[in-house]
């Protein structure tokens, strides 16, 4: 645990970043580096992975910190408070196991788990503190409550939710883990299930469209961070509610600070929403 008191003579949470070597790994380092509170306790990367023994800092732009990354988790995590996890489904449901070993925080933005890996995290969350979003961003949690308000306000007879997605062009899995999140939130605004609602794609004779469908469509290319709108289509007008990512610093942040809400609270399965009252 760390030495570094604040002036209440309270320690800074220690908290290791998985898959450090990723786009959001970096993005979570330097995140962790300039929020008060919160320390570097860890840097974990797949075995093979060519960031073992590079300094997590220097790669992540912002100059030597201390922490090389390195393959096995288990020590990290058995002297850190949490964990920062923005991986694959695979290693985040091992990651899960872990946290729940070491009794500590964490924080899961990976996206494309199946129900499968979603069991397992539940599981993990009688002895862990989860934290678990598509999206860690305020601005698309902020959204979501809104979407949840349309789709209560306009009934489906009269209009139709539809939401489309663009990520960059290394993007893995689709509909994005907020597209699911913003379709969570319609069905809920709409008192469906989004499992027996959704259309996930369309191609060839698909028929009209079935009344209450929540519709999802996803495109990939070039460098897109992420952006997503939500289309209430009527007959003769369009609501189109949506967010434009601009940079990975706001899902980064998000996540140090849901890792700050969770520090202390018992063990769990939590939202974004839970992190910031927006519930
Ligand atoms: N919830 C949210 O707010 C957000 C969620 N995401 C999600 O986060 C995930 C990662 O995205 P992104 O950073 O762009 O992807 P990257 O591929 O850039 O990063 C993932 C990293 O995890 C590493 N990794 C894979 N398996 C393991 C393992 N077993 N142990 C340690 N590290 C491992 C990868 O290594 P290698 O490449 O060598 O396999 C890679 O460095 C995606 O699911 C994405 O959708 C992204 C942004 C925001
Ligand atoms: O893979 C990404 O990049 C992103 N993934 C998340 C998602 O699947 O929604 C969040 C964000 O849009 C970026």
Not at 21 to 29: D, T
Not at 61 to 80: Q, T
Not at 108 to 113: K, M, V
Request: glycine fraction near 14%; charged fraction near 25%; charge should be negative.
């Amino acid at each position: 645990m760390s030495d570094d008191r604040d002036d209440m003579g309270q320690s800074d949470m220690g908290l290791v970043v998985v898959g450090a070597g990723g786009r959001m790994g970096q993005a979570l380092i330097r995140a962790v580096h300039d929020m008060p509170g919160a320390r570097i306790a860890g840097a974990v990367e797949r075995p093979g992975s060519p960031a073992l023994g590079r300094d997590a800092g220097e790669l992540a732009g912002i100059g030597p910190i201390g922490v090389e990354i390195g393959d096995d988790p288990l020590p990290v995590f058995a002297r850190a408070d949490g964990v920062l996890d923005f991986t694959r489904p695979a290693a985040t449901v091992e990651f899960a196991g872990y946290a729940a070993q070491a009794r500590i925080v964490h924080v899961i933005g990976t996206t494309g788990c199946t129900a499968e890996d979603d069991a397992k995290i539940a599981a993990a969350a009688r002895h862990a503190t989860i934290v678990k979003s598509g999206n860690m961003s305020l601005g698309v949690n902020l959204l979501a409550v809104l979407v949840e308000q349309a789709a209560r306000a306009l009934e489906a007879r009269d209009f139709d939710i539809e939401i489309l997605e663009m990520h960059h062009r290394h993007k893995v899995d689709a509909p994005s883990g907020t597209a699911l999140l913003l379709g969570e939130a319609a069905a809920k605004g709409r008192g469906i299930a989004l499992a027996d609602n959704e259309v996930r794609a369309r191609d060839g004779q698909t028929g009209p469209r079935p009344e209450g469908a929540i519709g999802f469509a996803a495109l990939r290319g070039g460098s897109v961070v992420g952006e997503h709108s939500v289309v209430l289509a009527g007959t003769g007008e369009r609501i189109t509610l949506g967010h434009q990512a601009e940079d990975r610093a706001i899902f980064a942040r998000g996540a140090v600070k849901a890792a700050l809400w969770a520090h202390g609270k018992k063990p769990g399965l939590y939202s974004m929403r839970d992190v910031l009252g927006l519930n």
